[in-house]
T-cell receptor, first 114, second 111 residues
Framework: ETGVTQTPRHLVMGMTNKKSLKCEQHLGHNAMYWYKQSAKKPLELMFVYNFKEQTENNSVPSRFSPECPNSSHLFLHLHTLQPEDSALYLC?????????????FGDGTRLSIL | GESVGLHLPTLSVQEGDNSIINCAYSNSASDYFIWYKQESGKGPQFIIDIRSNMDKRQGQRVTVLLNKTVKHLSLQIAATQPGDSAVYFCAEIRGNYQLIWGAGTKLIIKP
């Protein structure tokens, strides 16, 4: 049990669909992250929230829209995605974005765009 | 650009032997380093971390060594077991708390 739960585990969608990924952490952390993991590439940080405020957006296309209603929940809304967006999307949390501590990850959502 | 890099994409080790996974980093200002393990179908799992004011840290069956002179980090796994099969990532945190990831090393355990 990781303490960070992501749903769904797998998602197949067409390019015109709208879907959302969900992340929930049970660790009492204040920072949450979205990463994209593609084959043979380093993890790519997408978004960072610290105390519910978005602190980083690493030039992510607007077809990805994050939402953080509280410190325990994080969503990634998807709309009009492209085939190259197929990847594993990982959510992570840490105590505070501004502290050197490890991030704890969920098991990801495997996204396939048809 | 600056990055964290791994020397080998794949490492094969005999079960019971020690494994050594290496990582080079290029930013001498980095002050915190983390090793993660990612098993198939799962997210990265924290293994061990080390701060730049240390050169060695030990956990359960794992040891991380930091050589700041040559900007090199290594993860040593003692008595490697089949459950150690995974991709291992090193990551560094710089002064702005940005986490920089390497591409990963796949550890294969031979019976």
């Amino acid at each position: 049990e990781t303490g960070v739960t992501q749903t769904p585990r797998h998602l197949v969608m067409g390019m015109t669909n709208k879907k959302s990924l969900k992340c929930e952490q049970h660790l009492g952390h204040n920072a949450m992250y979205w990463y994209k993991q593609s084959a043979k590439k380093p993890l790519e940080l997408m978004f960072v929230y610290n105390f519910k405020e978005q602190t980083e957006n690493n030039s992510v296309p607007s077809r990805f829209s994050p939402e953080c209603p509280n410190s325990s929940h994080l969503f990634l809304h998807l709309h009009t995605l492209q085939p190259e967006d197929s990847a594993l999307y990982l959510c992570a949390s840490s105590q505070d974005r501004r502290v050197n501590q490890p991030q704890h990850f969920g098991d990801g959502t495997r996204l396939s765009i048809l | 650009g600056e990055s964290v890099g791994l020397h080998l994409p794949t490492l094969s080790v005999q079960e019971g032997d020690n494994s050594i996974i290496n990582c080079a980093y290029s930013n001498s200002a980095s002050d915190y380093f983390i090793w993660y393990k990612q098993e198939s179908g799962k997210g990265p799992q924290f293994i061990i971390d080390i701060r730049s004011n240390m050169d060695k840290r030990q956990g359960q069956r794992v040891t991380v060594l930091l050589n700041k002179t040559v900007k090199h980090l290594s993860l040593q796994i003692a008595a490697t077991q089949p459950g150690d099969s995974a991709v291992y990532f090193c990551a560094e945190i710089r002064g702005n708390y940005q986490l920089i990831w390497g591409a990963g090393t796949k550890l294969i355990i031979k019976p």
